[in-house]
Structures are given as structure tokens and as C-alpha cells.
């Protein structure tokens, strides 16, 4: 099946800096994907989607100039948390939506990422 | 895209079925119904989909009714490993996936 990387898989950060976060379709090509937050003992919350060649649709309530995302290629979108607070501690999860293949337009999820800021 | 409504929590002992309701009443009729789960920690995994008939894999059934305002997921011999919490997520092809709460499914020996 169609694998999708997150890397890293955990990063701890100090407070005013800030991480970059990279997402990547392994074994299909993904014009779209989508970038979810975790907290814990909640469900995922889109956050923006990512599409390749283009800026990036970002949810309501979602900062564009905090949360900067990068879709260079069909296999590679990337997260940026800038100046990172505690309170952006959460899990970063994202998913790519294979395209054309088949007509229900998967989407798989990566492993995530844990991000701690002190 | 539509949204669905799941039980919070559901038990189901080793080696039984287990059956995971799934209220989706506003469904259009172009959008698929998704099933994920997720262990902790982990990123969602896939599990299986359908439009409007039952489907099966080697993870599950997919029991859709025929109105497909709901469906239910099947696991039919629940192992330790298949607890988790279980999202259904309605969307059409070039939808988001949005999850709402899920439900958390507990295995017990």
C-alpha cells in the first residue's frame, strides 16, 4: 500500500524558535495533502490543505503567517511552525491524497509528529 | 461534507465481533463513506470505504444501509490489537477529511 513519511517523528524546541516539518508520499505522486493538529485525548483537526505549485487553503481559526507551508514537489509538503510557543505542543499529522488512481482518491496518513516546545 | 455521529466508547471481547454504528443522515450522493482507526500515537489508519454497497476486506466489513444514511463497521473476530479509536468520516472525492470524535473501542480478554 502507499506509504507516507513524517519526519521527524518527534522534535522538542525552545519557545521563539522555530521547526520545520516534512511530509512525504513515498511510492505515489500527490498534488494535494492535507496537514492535521492533534491535542491529546482529541480528534484531528485539519489545519490547511497543501496543494502542489500553489499556496496552501488554510481553516478557519488557522494562521497562515504561524503555521508557513510548502508544497514543492508532488511528493513533499512541508510544515513550519514559526515562533513556536508552548501552547503549539501538539501532534502533527499529515495525509496525501494519491492522485488518479482510483476513483475514490485515497488519502494516507503519515506517522505523525510530536512537537514539545519549552 | 457531511458529518457523522458515533457512539463515544464500545467493549467487545477477544475472538467476538465487533460492530461499530455510524450515523450519517445528511450523506450526499457523492460521498464515500470512510473508515480509520487510530492507536495512540499513531497517524490514522486506513481500514476500508464504500459508496453504497457492502464491502470487504481482509480487515473489516462495511454494511451501508440502503438509504446510506448509516453504516457499520465490522471487525469480525476482534483481537487486543484492534482496540483503538475508530473514525467514520463521509466525504466525496476531492473532500477533506474531517473527524469528529470517534469511537473508542476497547478489546478485552
Known amino acids: 500500500g502507499a506509504v507516507v513519511s513524517q519526519h521527524p517523528s518527534w522534535v522538542i524546541c525552545k519557545s521563539g524558535t522555530s521547526v520545520k516539518i516534512e511530509c512525504r508520499s513515498l511510492?505515489?505522486?500527490?498534488?494535494?495533502m492535507f496537514w492535521y493538529r492533534q491535542f491529546p485525548k482529541q480528534s484531528l483537526m485539519l489545519m490547511a490543505t497543501s496543494n502542489e505549485g500553489s499556496k496552501a487553503t488554510y481553516e478557519q481559526g488557522v494562521e497562515k503567517d504561524k503555521f508557513l507551508i510548502n508544497h514543492a514537489s508532488l511528493t513533499l509538503s512541508t510544515l513550519t511552525v514559526t515562533s513556536a510557543h508552548p501552547e503549539d505542543s501538539s501532534f502533527y499529522i499529515c495525509s496525501a491524497r494519491e492522485d488518479g488512481a482510483r476513483s475514490s482518491y485515497e488519502q494516507y496518513f503519515g506517522p505523525g509528529t510530536r512537537l514539545t516546545v519549552t | 461534507d457531511a458529518k457523522t455521529t458515533q457512539p463515544t466508547s464500545m467493549d467487545c471481547a477477544e475472538g467476538r465481533a465487533a460492530n461499530l454504528p455510524c450515523n450519517h443522515s445528511t450523506i450526499s450522493g457523492n460521498e464515500y463513506v470512510y473508515w480509520y482507526r487510530q492507536i495512540h500515537s499513531q497517524g490514522p489508519q486506513y481500514i476500508i470505504h464504500g459508496l453504497k454497497n457492502n464491502e470487504t476486506n481482509e480487515m473489516a466489513s462495511l454494511i451501508i444501509t440502503e438509504d446510506r444514511k448509516s453504516s457499520t463497521l465490522i471487525l469480525p473476530h476482534a483481537t487486543l490489537r484492534d482496540t483503538a479509536v475508530y473514525y467514520c468520516?463521509?466525504?466525496?472525492?476531492?473532500?477533506?477529511?474531517?473527524f469528529g470524535d470517534g469511537t473508542t473501542l476497547t478489546v478485552k480478554p
Open positions: 511510492d505515489f505522486q500527490a498534488t494535494t
Open positions: 468520516i463521509v466525504r466525496s472525492n476531492a473532500g477533506k477529511s474531517t
